[in-house]
């Protein structure tokens, strides 16, 4: 069935390393992703999307890479900080649908000092 | 500019109770979705709105949940005769447009406890 899920359940690193955040999707059909940032007590917040024509996006310290071939979705974070430290989730959609995403379990984020 | 609020942000009901959550979207905001966020788990898809046409309520998982958005701005879910496996932070998310890719704010949600 349609189904975003993750490989890692949960990630820790150094503050300054580079972190990778793993996603496998199942639905062939999804041509739109998104990351997503949800600190403790809050709603997720919007990081980076990329359609299905591309396979790297990249923002402000962040870039997301998409393979289509192996339906693998990742975000790579740069010099991570603490404020990094939350809860990652992957979504999908299908361009042209009326938006409601399909999310994954999420990856819990852990910055040491 | 204010962004989605959700009211009450936390919410305790005994089992058999009915619930009213709400959700103010961002001001001439067309989509606002809601979606049940188990513990530990991502967002489910409950709802969808466009204005105040319910275009899509295929993830209500009950005919206990209702959700309106009369004048096509606030939001109502409710709940009725609740269970415990109810019990879930509530998120709104609204957005601009009605197109995927218009991107979607979310609200902090609604924690609802059922004992």
């Known amino acids: 069935g349609e189904s975003v899920g993750l490989h890692l359940p949960t990630l820790s690193v150094q503050e300054g390393d580079n972190s990778i955040i793993n996603c496998a999707y199942s639905n062939s059909a999804s041509d739109y992703f998104i990351w997503y940032k949800q600190e403790s007590g809050k709603g997720p917040q919007f990081i980076i999307d990329i359609r299905s024509n591309m396979d790297k996006r990249q923002g402000q310290r962040v870039t997301v890479l998409l393979n289509k071939t192996v339906k693998h979705l990742s975000l790579q974070i740069a010099a991570t900080q603490p404020g990094d430290s939350a809860v990652y989730f992957c979504a999908e959609n299908r361009w042209g649908s009326q938006g409601n995403l399909i999310f994954g379990k999420g990856t819990k984020l852990s910055v040491k000092p | 500019g204010a962004g989605v609020s959700q009211s009450p942000r936390y919410k305790v009901a005994k089992r058999g109770q009915d619930v009213a959550l709400r959700c103010d979207p961002i001001?001439?905001?067309?989509?606002l979705f809601w979606y049940q966020q188990a513990l530990g788990q991502g967002p489910e898809f409950l709802t969808y709105?466009?204005?105040?046409?319910?275009?899509?309520k295929s993830g209500l998982p009950s005919d206990r949940f209702f959700a309106e958005r009369p004048e096509g701005s606030v939001s109502t879910l409710k709940i009725q005769r609740t269970q415990q496996e109810d019990s879930a932070v509530y998120l709104c998310?609204?957005?601009?447009?009605?197109?995927?890719?218009?991107?979607?704010?979310f609200g902090p949600g609604t924690r609802l406890t059922v004992t």
């Open positions: 998310a609204s957005s601009p447009g009605w197109r995927t890719g218009d991107e979607q704010y």
């Open positions: 709105f466009q204005n105040e046409a319910q275009l899509d």
């Open positions: 001001s001439g905001h067309v989509s």
